[in-house]
């Protein structure tokens, strides 16, 4: 069994900024792309950035220039550094990412609970 755990969620001021981590856990043998998705209120989920196993990133357009992802391989966690955050960017943020595990490394997508960001102006 595999599980995504994020943390760094918060309540802050337009213009300051919040780190978000995902630690995976479980039996995994490797870990292909991770992701941070996020859902408003009434609105669909969306990519907010990705990164695969070798380093490249991909990043939603209203996103680009403040937020920042990456990752720590041997801890098995990935980041989202957000800066300059806007009233926006509200929404609660979810952990993604594409696991190979059992004996045939077959690749499964796992989703973490997600985690509040709030933006107030």
């Known amino acids: 069994q595999v599980q995504l755990v994020e943390s760094g969620g918060g309540l802050v001021q337009a213009g300051e900024s919040l780190r978000l981590s995902c630690v995976a856990s479980g039996s995994i043998h490797s870990i292909n792309a991770m992701g941070w998705y996020r859902q408003a209120p009434g609105k669909q989920r969306e990519l907010v950035a990705v990164?695969?196993?070798?380093?490249?990133?991909n990043y939603e357009d209203s996103v680009k220039g403040r937020f920042t992802i990456s990752r720590d391989n041997a801890k098995k966690t990935v980041y989202l550094e957000m800066n300059s955050l806007k009233p926006e960017d509200t929404a609660v943020y979810y952990c993604n990412a594409d696991v190979r595990v059992g004996a045939r490394y077959l690749s499964y997508e796992y989703w973490g609970q997600g985690t509040q960001v709030t933006v107030f102006s």
């Open positions: 990164i695969t196993s070798t380093g490249s990133t």
